[in-house]
């Protein structure tokens, strides 16, 4: 019966979803897929980007990492803040002033054609890599709890998954996007808060002494004061304002939701009220993280030897039926959410920045439309063949550090974009992707290496700062001194 009624809410919470496409999907045409028609209200727009900001991964990793890093990750959250006052007032004027679709365009405008392709194959890398590693996670859980009872093959289970997201997105795109994440976020900061009422029921404490029991712990710890270290405070809130940065302002999927607003005061009205949601959102997850490690001390639960493991294996072995359910509508929320976006923005870049709308400009609706619906089942398809790679390696370390290095990719965006937005040089343009694969390469070996080279330092996320850095650094190199703006 317990697996019955996984599938049952899977199913049910899918044709929720469905029913919003097809609300969402009537009169829908090209423009509704890529911009929305710019006619979503902001405050729906602000609230659903919460679940966006949130993928799976989050759902499941932030919790476990309190049980080694307490809430130094909070530091991060912070800098967040200053992250988004920047897309605010930096990167989304600009965007709306050139009325973009792909954010990649820009690097075209400014610098020539050289710079925009590799823009966007980076952004295209590193999020099929990112996109993929999150589903992975997700689909897992998915397959342990779900299809190895009935002896379903992974890749079966992952071709439905992507399956069920490729066919509500597929017409609309992100105007759909824009309403199923309002429905998502909701479900996931559901799931959250009720995790944490029937842990502090089962604890016979409330809400407050959960608290102060977490505190006398010592899990509620913010700043880490040792500078050698990667959670060092310091280098978390200044990871956590470029992390922002790249993966919000310089991200095509975050964006192209952003960018569906009506205008640009809606549009900084949007990132703002994001940026200060993210706060407490992520501070329930922290504080989820120390109710689940309190609850497995307290019951004699051995906590498992991956942290990702602790929610899962106390949700759905420990906390009883009906919360196991709540985890896993928050956890399909959470990973349709990050998925849906992913694979329309991919679609867009796609199309935009590689196929080259303007040779597109030609067509009637209908062969774009077509050309439009090949292209986000390609992407699916891509996406589907990534995720069984994932399987077949089999090795959680290997996949992480596919991850890491796709985080790399990010460093040339923010050098590209800074130097473009801080600076009214032109560049070589042919010379720009030997910086662009350069720079992220000697990030690498220096964050590798950092332990020997500087003392004990270990980097964490303000790597991206150093990549973004000798992007820059290249960029000045080969500029144009006698052509500027």
């Not at 209200?41 to 499941?60: D, H, K």
């Not at 029991?213 to 880490?224: E, I, L, Q």
């Not at 870049?349 to 062969?367: A, H, P, T, V």
């Not at 991206?464 to 080969?478: A, D, E, K, P, R």
């Amino acid at each position: 019966m317990f697996h019955h009624l996984f599938v049952a809410v899977f199913i049910l919470y899918t044709l929720s979803l469905f029913a919003v496409a097809w609300i969402t999907s009537r009169k829908a045409n090209n423009e509704s897929y890529f911009t929305g028609n710019r006619k979503s209200p902001w405050p729906v727009v602000a609230y659903g980007m919460i679940g966006a900001s949130l993928s799976g991964v989050t759902f499941i990793s932030i919790p476990g990492w309190v049980g080694s890093t307490q809430f130094t990750y909070l530091m991060v959250v912070l800098g967040y803040l200053v992250g988004y006052l920047v897309i605010t007032y930096v990167l989304l004027p600009i965007y709306y002033k050139l009325k973009l679709v792909s954010i990649y365009t820009y690097l075209e405008q400014r610098f020539g054609y050289y710079s925009y392709k590799t823009g966007a194959s980076f952004f295209l890398l590193s999020r099929t890599i990112g996109a993929s590693f999150r589903m992975f996670l997700v689909i897992n859980v998915l397959q342990l709890f779900i299809f190895d009872h009935w002896n379903i093959p992974f890749f079966v289970n992952t071709l439905i998954f992507v399956v069920l997201i490729t066919l509500y997105t597929f017409k609309a795109g992100i105007k759909t996007i824009v309403w199923t994440d309002l429905l998502q976020t909701t479900f996931m900061l559901l799931s959250l808060v009720i995790t944490l009422v029937v842990i502090s029921g089962d604890l016979q404490l409330n809400l407050l002494q959960l608290w102060q029991k977490a505190s006398n712990a010592g899990y509620t710890r913010v700043f880490d004061f040792d500078w050698r270290s990667d959670r060092f405070y310091l280098k978390q809130f200044f990871s956590g304002i470029f992390i922002t940065i790249v993966m919000t302002g310089l991200d095509q999927d975050m964006m192209q939701k952003n960018l569906t607003c009506r205008n640009l005061k809606d549009a900084q009205k949007n990132m703002l009220t994001l940026g200060v949601s993210l706060i407490p959102v992520n501070l329930l997850f922290l504080f989820l993280g120390a109710a689940l490690y309190l609850y497995a001390h307290n019951f004699g639960i051995a906590i498992p030897t991956l942290s990702d493991d602790l929610f899962p294996l106390l949700a759905m072995n420990h906390l009883g039926p009906v919360l196991a359910v709540v985890f896993l509508i928050g956890l399909i929320a959470a990973a349709y959410s990050s998925a849906d976006g992913a694979i329309t923005a991919l679609t867009t870049s796609f199309i935009y920045d590689i196929l080259g709308r303007k040779n597109q400009e030609g067509l009637d609706q209908k062969k774009q439309q077509h050309l439009r619906y090949r292209s986000h089942f390609f992407i699916s398809t891509i996406i589907v063949l990534v995720i069984v790679v994932f399987r077949e390696i089999n090795d959680q370390a290997v996949i992480a550090r596919l991850f890491t290095i796709a985080g790399y990719t990010y460093g040339p965006l923010l050098g590209l974009f800074s130097f473009g937005i801080f600076t009214k040089n032109q560049l070589n343009d042919k010379f720009v992707p030997l910086v662009a694969i350069s720079a992220p390469l000697l990030s690498y070996v220096l964050s590798t290496n950092a332990d020997r080279w500087l003392n004990g330092y270990k980097f964490g996320f303000e790597i991206l700062i150093v990549n973004g850095l000798l992007t820059l650094i290249g960029l000045f190199l080969i500029r144009n001194k006698n052509n500027n703006l």
